[in-house]
């Protein structure tokens, strides 16, 4: 037996125990790139026919055929995959449309219904163009800039808060435009009493002052529970006192503040809150100016907050309205499924509350 015999039998004998591999490694792949090297070897080096080798591998003489030329022009690189993707597409939608789509993506924020009504496409392929750039959903994009979404999360609870204020305006008795005709509204806020504005009266169309409702709000980064409280004003020590009474809250719950972050607002840039803030052994940190994606997380619980309580649904007065604010926070707390955490309620995220080991 000559040499290159007894290789090519001690090849053969090794092809039956790893011809089974070709068919575990991918699925769909009647042979794997170093099965199809081996066979392009017995044909090639071991003289044999592509029949024999194909009965071997359990594919057709074809398919031998194939991957031993390939073998003979480019050598074993030639075993690997290639991409079914033609070298030519007549069809391709063409790229100063394709430049047209994204560009009314980013500055509009069009569906692919509306892009396709402006452009005179059909919906489908302005889709597919938008699932190639990857920003088929405007959840993948900043809505300002456009750019790519970079989200984080701290580890664990208390390792970072939120802090910021929102504004709503105070109801007038009867009810605010919200719910009733802006002419009601505005009669019910004459009615209630609040002085006018200085310019003239309402008859002149000036609208009466019925005040704002200032809610300084606080959200944990980890687990996204949220404290909040109606206030006054948005000045610094208003916004000291909120912050050691959400302290306190969360020490309550087991969870030892670290840091907070906060915009750029009076309140938080004072000398009062850099010291209040270390007074409490807390890292104060504060967001780029102009950037409030920054602390999106509390951004995104203000929509919320609104859509859920301060115009849920129709108030009486600014009263009834604040009443229902502390059971709502529980509802949140407590209730609420989350998306951005599994769609379980904030609450689930705290592994230290009384009743969760016992």
Known sequence: MTEKASGCEVELSRNRFTNQEAFVSHANAALT???????????????????????MFMVSPRTARKWTDRYRVEGPLGMIDRSSRPRVSPAKTPSALTRQIVDLRWRHRLGPVQIGGRLGVPASTVHVVLTRCRINRLSYIDRVTGEPLRRYEHAYPGSLIHVDVTKFANIPDGGGHKFVS???????????????????SPALGYRPRIGTAFVHTVIDDHSRIAYAEICTDER?????AVLQRAVAWFAERGVTIERVLSDNGSAYRSYAWRDAC???????????PY??????KIERFHRTLADGWAYARLY????????????????YNH??????????????RLTNLPGHHS
């Open 278 to 288: 270390t007074a409490l052994r807390i890292t104060a940190k504060r967001t780029r």
């Open 236 to 240: 610094a020590l208003t916004a000291i």
């Open 335 to 348: 209730h609420r499924a989350h998306s951005a955490i599994g769609g379980r309620p904030p609450v689930t």
């Open 33 to 55: 790139p170093r099965a199809r090297l081996r066979l392009a070897q017995l044909i090639v080096d071991c003289g044999w026919t592509y029949a024999a080798a194909a009965k």
């Open 182 to 200: 802006r002419q009601q509204s505005k009669r019910n806020a004459i009615t209630t009493g609040h002085r006018t504005g200085k310019r003239g």
């Open 316 to 331: 009486e007065n600014t009263a009834q309205r604040d009443a229902e604010l502390t059971g709502w926070l529980h509802f």
């Open 291 to 296: 950037r409030p994606q920054t602390n999106g």
